[in-house]
């Protein structure tokens, strides 16, 4: 029994300002169900006839007596409480934006969904100041995961059955001050992924000269395909920093919106992919990331185009620190130093 729960003599049990309690059914009318009532009707049908929450009529209680109730548990709500189906169902109305959805309440949960693919936003202030609330509270999906439609996002979840209404009227306004402070931008959401095109070179004078067969260039085509996006062009180039410098330049004047390079991304010193990215003219955002398998990766960006040096785990990992920084590019994120640093918690997939 929680600290806001009492049981009376009777059997009756206060929690908060509101009653829950057993009642004749002739009684009962108006009160709120305490739990789900199922009918079955052998061989033709089983399931819920009532739902938890619902409010009793005069048309209810013929159906009840057919299932054989004669008493029900039901819940007098004090004007200052909020049953939890209810209390669920408006914390996901305050914390969700406009590419998510949402259905009935179950035992005090609503789960909120993506209504379409993308990258999901997800407010990690929100969550721990909900959280912090007590009886309700709220799970969600990492922030920049990337999500398909259906896919849950987040749950928001009362904890008892009866809720002051004051904690949920208190989610509401931290999901409106986080709206006001974020140009209207909910606390969770799903960024949409644009389409963009980009080139990729290979390097590496055993490919170059067909002495082994590419695989870069698969592997890539299939990530960005992936999530919306496409390949548009593959060139290949020896282990010559001033053809790679060339080839680079060859990208940026094609217009395309990613540059990627592959190959000699090592510390060996005959790799010289690094330093003709940045002889090209890129600025680097960071060479290296805290994360297992992708830490050789390198980031810049060249006269505001993404350039992406790729190590070789991109070819036969699954996830690597590409799959992390590829749909927030995708999703318009302008990537920074910072970003590249957090990448180290939670950053070892081997």
Known sequence: MSMRESELPDGTTVIGSSVLREVKVEDAVGLVLAHDLTQILPGTFKGRLFRKGHKVTEEDIPKLKDIGKEH?????????DLHEDDAALRMAAALAGDRIAYGEPHEGKVTLKSASGGLAFVAREVVDAV?????????????HRVVQPG???AATRAIPLIVPERKVREVERIAAAYREANEGRAPLDVRPLRRLRAGLLTTGSEVFTGRI???????VAAKLEALGSELAEQRFAPDDRQTIVKEIRYFLSQRYD??????GMSVDPDDRTPGAIAEAGT???SYGTPMLPGSMLLFGYLEGVPVFGLPGCVMHDPYTSFDVLLPRVLAGDRITREDIVS???GGLHR
């Open 72 to 80: 029900l548990y039901v819940i007098e709500l004090s004007e200052e």
């Open 131 to 143: 959280n912090a609330l007590g009886e309700v509270a709220l799970a969600t999906v990492l922030n």
């Open 151 to 153: 896919e849950p996002l």
């Open 213 to 219: 067969q590419d695989k870069f260039g698969p592997a």
């Open 258 to 263: 990613m540059i990627l390079v592959s190959g």
């Open 283 to 285: 600025d680097i955002v």
């Open 343 to 345: 990448m180290g918690y």
